[in-house]
């Protein structure tokens, strides 16, 4: 399962709220090789320089990497057990890569209503003015290539009712996927 959308959208506080609630919910942790954010916890990636995410890569340890806003972000082979629903949260180009090895991947994209709420969103959260510009503009391509790869999109302006959205959403794969 895919969980794309723009910085600030609130993709992450979905995919650890869903993976809190339901241990058949395997979060994969993305490396990346940007500074961490004085807001987010020392976990939520593996936090590298670009040497050591250049060496991880070219060892084939990724099933995705993209290159973003000059960081690099990629998601490690996965190791997941049989029966576990491994959850991915990575921009849209990695959920092509993604698509191209599992066409059937439930792909979603998680965007705020507008994107006055989305800068508003990335400003309080520490990007500055300039990089949530440059966020804002990354998030108008983003949207048209999600649509274009059939990405189904979950607004999330209210948080308990977007998280409700994505979990339905997971729970209709896999009844479809696994019927009785």
């Known amino acids: 399962m895919v969980l ?4 600030g959208a609130g993709k992450g506080t979905i995919a650890r709220i869903l993976a809190a609630a339901d241990d058949s919910i395997s979060l994969s942790v993305s490396w990346t090789s940007r500074d961490r954010r004085s807001d987010e916890a020392d976990d939520a990636y593996v936090f590298v320089d670009r040497a050591a995410f250049e060496a991880r890569r070219d ?9 973003f806003l000059g960081c ?6 996965p190791g997941v057990d049989d029966g576990q629903v491994l959850l991915l949260e990575i921009d849209v180009a990695g959920g092509r890569q993604v698509l191209q090895s599992d066409p ?7 965007d705020a209503p507008d994107d006055d ?13 300039e990089r949530a510009d440059a966020r804002i503009v ?8 999600a649509a274009g790869l059939g990405y189904m999109t979950v607004i ?8 409700r959205e ?9 009844a479809a996927k696994n019927p009785r």
Request: hydrophobic share 45%; aromatic share 8%.
């Open 4 to 7: 794309s959308g723009p910085g």
């Open 59 to 67: 060892e084939g340890g990724f099933i995705e990497w993209n290159e």
């Open 72 to 77: 690099y972000y990629g998601t490690p082979v």
């Open 104 to 110: 059937g991947a439930l792909c979603l994209f998680v």
């Open 117 to 129: 709420e989305l800068r508003r969103r990335l400003v309080d959260r520490g990007d500055g003015a």
């Open 138 to 145: 990354e998030a108008v391509r983003e949207r048209v290539e």
């Open 156 to 163: 999330n302006a209210d948080l308990n009712r977007a998280v």
């Open 166 to 174: 994505v979990a339905a959403l997971i729970a209709a794969r896999l």
